[in-house]
């Protein structure tokens, strides 16, 4: 089956440690995405890239990092710069050709730091 | 990117049709339209997409007018299974694909 999978589904950690949440995808797109969601909120983008060997900070980027060595994964970091991790945290990949805004989004990994 | 405006909630019972409308008065030329369907602890799912006129699908259809300024999302015949989050979303074929989501309309459909 093709998809995106993220792991873990649940995450705790301590405060002041960095923690790595994975994407991989096997649909052959080009570009994918981390967003960030706050309970009874929208998404918001946080890293984002088109291509592999590189990435677009979004607009809640700091705290957080990223890299894409490969076409089928892009994972992201957070880092103990973040003050706020606690969060749901979404993948999604899309294709970069043609018009279409239709983003597949991963199953997300829920962190929780304390 | 466009800024969007919908509604935060929508009441619905079972069987009615839904119409999610959505502002976006800043549209640019090439923007698209575009909406989603979030369930609780889940990823969003694309729903429909347009840039003008009517689409249809097996799912929804949305409606934009001439002006391009708004857009209708029209659920047919809601079940208790399409209360979720709606999203609408409006950008660009070009450069960054990145989506802006908003708050989104939480739908609940009743028995």
């Not at chain 1, 873990?8 to 570009?31: I, M, W």
């Not at chain 1, 809640?60 to 890299?67: D, F, L, P, Q, R």
């Not at chain 2, 979030?38 to 002006?67: C, H, M, W």
Request: net charge positive; hydrophobic share 30%; aromatic share 12%.
């Amino acid at each position: 089956d093709g998809g995106i999978t993220q792991s873990p589904k649940y995450l705790f950690r301590k405060e002041g440690q960095n923690v790595t949440l994975s994407c991989e995808q096997n649909l052959n797109h080009d570009a994918m995405y981390w967003y960030r969601q706050d309970p009874g909120q929208g998404l918001r983008l946080i890293y984002y890239s088109q291509i592999v060997n590189d990435f677009q900070k979004g607009d809640i980027a700091e705290g957080y990092s990223v890299s894409r060595e490969k076409k089928e994964s892009f994972p992201l970091t957070v880092t103990s710069a973040q003050k706020n991790p606690t969060a749901f945290y979404l993948c999604a990949s899309s294709t970069n050709r043609g018009p279409s805004y239709e983003q597949y989004f991963g199953p997300g990994t829920r962190l929780t730091v304390t | 990117l466009a800024k969007t405006t919908q509604p935060i909630s929508m009441d619905s019972y079972e069987g009615q049709e839904v119409n999610i409308t959505c502002s976006h008065n800043n549209i640019a030329t090439n923007d698209y339209i575009t909406w989603y369907q979030q369930f609780p602890s889940q990823g969003p799912r694309f729903i429909i997409q347009g840039y003008k006129t009517k689409v249809t699908n097996e799912v929804a259809s949305l409606f934009i007018p001439a002006d391009r300024k708004s857009s209708t999302l029209s659920l047919p015949r809601v079940s208790l299974s399409d209360t979720a989050v709606y999203y609408c979303l409006v950008g660009a074929g070009t450069g960054r694909r990145a989506l802006t989501f908003g708050s989104g309309t939480r739908l609940q459909v009743q028995p």
